[in-house]
C-alpha cells in the first residue's frame, strides 16, 4: 500500500469493487466530459469485481496498474483513481497514466499527491523510463496536475480520442525517469 499524507492508495482490488462502482457511479455526471461514453454495466458491481479481478492478474504480470485512492479519514471511499496502462517494455519501457477525482475533492491538491506517489512507484518499483499523459486542452485542472509534477509538452494530436461522443484533440505530455 503507498500512502500521502492525506491518502491510502492500493492496488485495484475485488474487495473494492463496491467501492469502485460506487466511485463511478457518483462520479458519472462530474466525469462525463472527460471520458467515452460508457455501456451501462460500466456502473454495476458485477462489472467492477471483474476489472478487479482482472486487474490483479494483470499486476502480476506486470501489464497494467490500477490504483484506487482512499483519504485517511475514510478507507471505504474512494477518492480517485491513477492507472497505468498499455505498458511496453523492451527498449520503450513506457506506459499511458490516466486518472480522475471524486468531484468534492478538487481543487485541493489530492490528485498532485496521488499521481506523484504512484508515478514514483511505477519508475522505481516497475522500472520504467517513460510515462505518458494525455489531457484535452480545455481540461486546466488536469494541465497543472501534469505541469506540477514535472510532465513536459511533447505534441498536440488532433482528434485523439472519441470523449463524450466527438473526437477531442489531446495535448501529449511525458515524464522521464532521471535516475540520479
Given amino acids: 500500500m503507498l ?64 490504483f ?40 485541493q491538491g489530492y490528485m498532485t499527491e496521488i499521481v506523484r506517489v504512484t508515478t514514483q512507484y511505477m519508475f522505481e518499483q516497475v522500472g520504467l523510463h517513460r510515462i505518458m499523459s494525455n489531457y484535452m486542452p480545455n481540461n486546466i485542472a488536469s494541465e497543472r496536475v501534469l505541469q506540477k509534477l514535472g510532465f513536459e509538452r511533447e505534441g498536440y494530436a488532433k482528434r485523439y480520442l472519441k470523449i463524450a461522443g466527438q473526437w477531442e484533440d489531446h495535448i501529449l505530455t511525458a515524464k522521464i525517469h532521471e535516475i540520479k
Fill in 3 to 66: 500512502k500521502t499524507s492525506r491518502t491510502k492508495i492500493d492496488l485495484l482490488r475485488p474487495q473494492y469493487a463496491q467501492a469502485i462502482a460506487e466511485y463511478y457511479q457518483n462520479n458519472r455526471d462530474h466525469l462525463s466530459p472527460w471520458e467515452p461514453v460508457r455501456a451501462e454495466d460500466y456502473y454495476t458491481l458485477v462489472f467492477w469485481q471483474n476489472v478487479a479481478e482482472q486487474n490483479v492478474l494483470a499486476f502480476e504480470l506486470e501489464q497494467e496498474f490500477r
Fill in 68 to 107: 484506487v485512492a482512499f483519504h485517511h479519514d475514510d478507507p471505504h471511499q474512494i477518492i480517485g483513481v491513477c492507472n497505468f496502462t498499455g505498458l511496453i517494455r523492451g527498449a520503450f519501457q513506457a506506459c499511458l497514466m490516466g486518472y480522475s477525482l471524486d468531484r468534492q475533492y478538487l481543487n
